[in-house]
């Protein structure tokens, strides 16, 4: 659980991470997920914001059971996939969660 205050230092950032839900048409476990993850893990650097929400769709939706390709994801996002290729697993593993081992 995160607190009030971080939704509200990071909703612009959360906003976007909805817009994005919205543009894959992810269920609502699958953005719950992704919040958890991306307010879990956001990096300092706003450059890196970005990457690191695109990498919480993912990881959120594949937990959820809704997936989307990386590539669907970069694009709805607006970032590279490699941008999520390279970050998904560690959102996982620091949330305590196994990645699959596909």
């Given at each position: 659980?995160?607190s009030?205050?971080?939704r509200?230092?990071y909703?612009?950032w959360?906003?976007e991470?909805e817009?994005?839900?919205?543009?894959l048409?992810?269920?609502?476990e699958?953005?719950?997920?992704?919040v958890d993850?991306?307010l879990?893990d956001?990096p300092d650097?706003d450059r890196?914001?970005?990457?690191?929400?695109?990498a919480s769709v993912?990881?959120?939706s594949?937990?959820?059971?809704d997936?989307?390709t990386?590539?669907?994801?970069a694009?709805a996002?607006d970032?590279?996939?490699?941008s999520?290729q390279?970050?998904?697993?560690?959102?996982?593993?620091?949330?305590g969660?196994?990645p699959?081992?596909?």
């Amino acid at each position: 659980m995160h607190s009030a205050r971080d939704r509200i230092e990071y909703e612009p950032w959360l906003e976007e991470l909805e817009q994005v839900a919205d543009r894959l048409e992810l269920s609502t476990e699958a953005r719950s997920c992704a919040v958890d993850l991306f307010l879990a893990d956001v990096p300092d650097d706003d450059r890196s914001k970005r990457a690191v929400l695109a990498a919480s769709v993912y990881a959120g939706s594949l937990v959820a059971g809704d997936g989307r390709t990386q590539g669907t994801v970069a694009d709805a996002a607006d970032v590279s996939r490699l941008s999520i290729q390279s970050r998904w697993k560690d959102l996982l593993e620091s949330a305590g969660l196994e990645p699959p081992q596909w």
